[in-house]
């Protein structure tokens, strides 16, 4: 017998092949996706209540999405040959595809929305700082000083037309990761038309628990009074979303389980045993009721503003954890049971490793330190300028 | 008067929508350096035969043939080959079990092959296993052979007792 391995399993199912960075890609490009949804709220929506967390949500989004292909990147034992996706692309992959929908997203949605919405700051800032910030500035720039009214209010009109493409884009980027997955039609785990759809809630989900609870931490840090009616503005469209995400897993979960396929008592065993406590315990009860509980009696019951602020947090925390969870049990899920049908696996995750725990801790971290850097250059913080 | 309102117009605009122009440059020049050094990595013959490098199929003719083909082996081994296409075994290919022999079946005097570790050979097989199909010949060894080799009572090319 060999170790962690019950039932029959086929040579090449032994070994799990994706690994704990492979869930940090969809956790990653589904922050990115949902930061990007909540700032086109206060853009093309008009949700004015959202406004002190548009240019968070802009730079969470950026500081993410830069780190989004590096787990790709360093799961690959020959990074460097990633690049021939771009350099001789077949249009049968989905993974090389993705890759132009990645730089798509980067460069013509979220750079150039973050460049026009901080155009007036970069110009003021590379004309009042000096040495190296002033270079980077003047850079940030392009070269034109040019912020007089009729200016910045093309910028506007452009900017909003950017958010609008950005919409179906920011879909698109995270949707296409959901692709990726329920396109592998020879795991039926994954292979369902449903799974892009699902993914990209669920990324709308995480997206605006992190950039509210962001929005709170800063808050906390800089010690500024937090904008309640923003922070019960985002609540609430987070449980708008986790209302339609929660609906949309569920529909799922009775579909499989009442059509029940020839994989149905695999899954259902594996979902028993080897995922009860990722997927029952973590995703669905302290992941997803949790949470939709406490943002539920938020709208039905006005509490203090301290208990909100607890509540929103919690409900705000568990929700990534939850959605964490949630792209664990795909990929990791999607490979701890046999093609067929009478064997599992186990996944051990290894600690110090290119793919291990330490690794994926380090790939966490780093969005944050993006973030940091963000906030130095580009301070969103607008709370006495409306726009 | 309609020409001269539309010139003002148009110099309202470049100089207020301008600055647009700049990011675009810049994408611009990206994709220029993107289809430069592209232009300059990707083989020039790519896609010839298909979506990938013709000179790859040279790289690969290279490589020395390890495995020579049972159209070879049954050239001097005619007993077992004889044996084995009377058997349960005629499918199997004689390299399946004595490993890749191309060196062997260029020189057999100096490349000299071992003997298959049959205790373990056999059992890859035939060790049982419920996922197996039930006709398909299967044991549990420790329990069967009592430590025997297989091949002391069955012929491994024609399996028959």
């Excluded at chain 1, 990645?102 to 150039?112: A, D, G, N």
């Amino acid at each position: 017998m060999i170790p962690g391995v019950n039932g029959f399993m086929y040579p090449n199912e032994v070994e799990l092949q994706w690994s704990v960075l492979i869930v940090l890609y969809p956790y990653i490009t589904g922050l990115v996706a949902g930061a990007f949804i909540l700032a086109s709220l206060e853009r093309v929506f008009k949700v004015e209540a959202v406004r002190p967390t548009y240019r968070l949500a802009l730079l969470t989004a950026l500081a993410f999405l830069l780190v989004a292909p590096l787990p790709l990147q360093l799961h690959l034992g020959h990074p460097e040959r990633s690049f021939e996706m771009y350099l001789t692309p077949h249009t049968s992959s989905a993974m090389a595809m993705f890759g132009f929908v990645y730089l798509w997203y980067l460069t013509v949605v979220l750079l150039l929305e973050i460049w026009l919405e901080y155009r007036a700051e970069i110009v003021g800032l590379a004309q009042t700082t000096t040495g190296i910030r002033r270079l980077i500035y003047r850079a940030l720039t392009l070269g034109s000083y040019n912020v007089s009214p009729e200016a910045r209010r093309i910028d506007d009109k452009v900017g909003y037309a950017v958010t609008v493409i950005g919409i179906p884009s920011a879909f698109l980027l995270h949707g296409y990761v959901g692709f990726i997955f329920g396109s592998v039609k020879a795991n039926p785990w994954w292979s369902s038309p449903l799974m892009p759809i699902v993914f990209l809630f669920s990324a709308m989900v995480s997206g605006i628990a992190a950039v509210m609870v962001l929005y709170v931490v800063c808050s906390k840090l800089r010690k500024v009074p937090i904008d309640m009616r923003c922070l019960d503005t985002i609540a609430r469209y987070l449980f708008y979303t986790f209302v339609i995400d929660f609906t949309l897993e569920m529909l799922d979960l009775v579909h499989r389980t009442y059509e029940a396929d020839e994989s149905f008592r695999s899954l259902d065993f594996m979902v028993h045993t080897r995922l009860w406590f990722s997927q029952v315990i973590l995703q669905i009860m302290l992941g997803t009721l949790v949470p939709l509980a406490i943002l539920a009696a938020n709208q039905l019951w006005r509490f203090s503003v301290g208990v909100r602020k607890a509540m929103y947090m919690t409900a705000g925390g568990l929700t990534l954890i939850g959605i964490f969870a949630m792209r664990w049990n795909v990929v990791i899920g999607g490979q701890l049971f046999s093609k067929s049908f009478l064997g599992y696996t186990s996944y051990k995750m290894e600690l110090v490793t290119r793919e291990g725990l330490l690794s994926a801790i380090a790939l966490m971290i780093l969005p944050f330190v993006i973030f940091l850097v963000l906030i130095k250059l580009l301070p969103p913080w607008q709370e006495e300028k409306p726009r | 008067m309609w020409f001269a309102r539309k010139e003002g117009v148009v110099r309202r605009l470049v100089r207020d929508a301008g600055h647009l122009i700049r990011p675009a440059l810049v994408l611009l020049a990206g994709v220029a350096v993107f289809l430069v050094v592209r232009s300059a990595i990707v083989p020039k013959a790519f896609g010839q035969y298909g979506h990938y490098r013709p000179g790859a199929l040279a790289l690969v003719r290279q490589r020395p043939i390890a495995y020579a083909g049972q159209d070879t082996c049954v050239v001097c081994h005619d007993d077992e080959a004889t044996a084995r296409a009377a058997g349960k075994h005629a499918h199997v290919a004689c390299e399946a079990c004595h490993g890749a022999l191309a060196q062997h079946a260029d020189d057999p005097a100096a490349h000299v092959p071992q003997l298959p570790d049959v205790a373990n050979l056999c059992r890859r097989c035939h060790e049982k296993d419920a996922a197996k199909p039930p006709t398909f010949p299967q044991v549990v060894t420790a329990e069967h052979s009592g430590g025997m080799a297989c091949n002391q009572c069955h012929q491994p090319h024609n399996p028959h007792l």
